[in-house]
Nanobody
Framework: QVQLVESGGGLVQAGGSLRLSCAAS????????MGWFRQPPGKEREFLSA????????YYADSVKGRFTISRDNAKNTVYLQMNSLKPEDTAVYYC????????????????WGQGTQVTVSS
C-alpha cells in the first residue's frame, strides 16, 4: 500500500516556474514507478511524465517535453516535477501516481493516486 500527498501547487504568472512534490508513505516506495498527470478544468486527465523506480529512465508527453522535469529521491520517498516556462494552458489539478510497472503509468495510470494540487497560471 502506498499513500501519496502532492504539494507545491499555487498561482504563478506565465513564464514562471513551480516545483511540485509528491511524498509517499510506505517502505517500498523505491520499488514503484511514479508518474505525474493533470486534469484541466472540464477536460480529461492527461499523462505528463513518468520515471522508473531507479530514476534511470524518464518519459514525457510532447506538451511538456523540454519544460518539465521529473525526478525522484528514494531516500526521501519523494518524486518531483519541476515546471518551467509555464503557460496559462498548464492550469490544472496535478496528480502523482504510483505503480509497479512503468508501462502502466505511461499508458493507463497507476494503482495509487494522490489527492491532487492546483496549479493556476495567469496570463
Amino acid at each position: 500500500q502506498v499513500q501519496l500527498v502532492e504539494s507545491g501547487g499555487g498561482l504563478v504568472q506565465a513564464g514562471g516556474s513551480l516545483r511540485l512534490s509528491c511524498a509517499a508513505s510506505g517502505r517500498t516506495f523505491s520499488s514503484y514507478a511514479m508518474g505525474w498527470f493533470r486534469q484541466p478544468p472540464g477536460k480529461e486527465r492527461e499523462f505528463l511524465s513518468a520515471i522508473t523506480w531507479s530514476g534511470g529512465s524518464t518519459y514525457y508527453a510532447d506538451s511538456v517535453k523540454g519544460r518539465f522535469t521529473i525526478s525522484r529521491d528514494n531516500a526521501k520517498n519523494t518524486v518531483y516535477l519541476q515546471m518551467n516556462s509555464l503557460k496559462p494552458e498548464d492550469t490544472a489539478v496535478y496528480y502523482c501516481a504510483a505503480d509497479q510497472f512503468i508501462a502502466t503509468i505511461r499508458w493507463a495510470g497507476g494503482d495509487y493516486w494522490g489527492q491532487g494540487t492546483q496549479v493556476t497560471v495567469s496570463s
